[in-house]
């Protein structure tokens, strides 16, 4: 059974880069797309973007000039980085696994990140 | 970008009985391949969300018979036939068929 976990710092100063690593286990991260979603409190659902097996990624036009999402196949990690972070950004992060046949198929537990000095 | 409206926004339900949740798109989510990129999450209180429902009205691994989805184009249907205490929540629905992605706003199924 294939398991995601994020993981990165809790608290962020506003202006700063926010970084978060989504670890797979249970499976090669090789052969899916890798998408991060985040859920600002008490609020729904935003797509922040997604990165695919050969590399490419695709990026939420709201968020598309601060984000950069990457992947390391030989520690199966996916990464998110969020530039210039204000107290906007404060959210639980999830890291979310597209399968071909059923989209976006397994979640991680999320990491909830605080945008605060 | 698609707009994904959910409705209602709560819907109160009563154990053994069925609910129903709506969700509608601002455009047409058939895409050129024949397939329709809409799914239904569920997210239990204090959990991440949890696919139920694929591609309109395909059960996820491990998702009771009891959820069922359907519909077409721009409109489609989440049922419960009949809610049991856990499925007590947010429903969620999200379209893949153009990016981005994006949610429907949820709709809160309690007790």
């Known amino acids: 059974q294939v398991q995601l976990q994020e993981s990165g710092p809790g608290l962020v100063r506003p202006s700063e880069t926010l970084s978060l690593t989504c670890t797979v286990s249970?499976?090669?991260?090789?052969?899916?797309?890798w998408s991060w979603i985040r859920q600002p409190p008490g609020a729904g659902l935003e797509w922040i973007g997604y990165?695919?097996?050969?590399?490419?990624?695709n990026y939420n036009p709201s968020l598309k000039s601060r984000v950069t999402i990457s992947v390391d196949t030989s520690k199966n990690q996916i990464s998110l980085k969020v530039s210039s972070v204000t107290a906007a950004d404060t959210a639980v992060y999830y890291c979310?696994?597209?399968?071909?046949?059923?989209?976006?198929?397994?979640w991680g537990q999320g990491a909830l990140v605080a945008v605060s000095s | 970008d698609i707009v994904m409206t959910q409705t209602p926004l709560s819907s109160p339900v009563t154990l053994g009985q069925p609910a129903s949740i709506s969700c509608r798109s601002s455009?047409?989510?058939?895409?050129?391949?024949?397939?329709?990129?809409l799914s239904w999450l569920q997210q239990r209180p204090g959990q991440p969300p949890r696919l139920l429902i694929y591609?309109?009205?395909n059960r996820f691994s491990g998702v009771p018979d009891r959820f069922s989805g359907s519909g077409a184009g721009t409109d489609f249907t989440l049922k419960i036939s009949r809610v049991e205490a856990e499925d007590v929540g947010l429903y969620y629905c999200?379209?893949?068929?153009?990016?981005?992605?994006?949610f429907g706003g949820g709709t809160k199924v309690e007790i």
């Open positions: 979310g696994r597209h399968s071909a046949v059923a989209g976006l198929d397994y």
């Open positions: 249970g499976g090669s991260i090789s052969s899916y797309y």
């Open positions: 990165i695919n097996n050969s590399g490419g990624t």
């Open positions: 455009q047409s989510l058939l895409y050129s391949d024949g397939n329709t990129y």
């Open positions: 591609k309109v009205s």
């Open positions: 999200i379209q893949a068929t153009q990016f981005p992605l994006t």
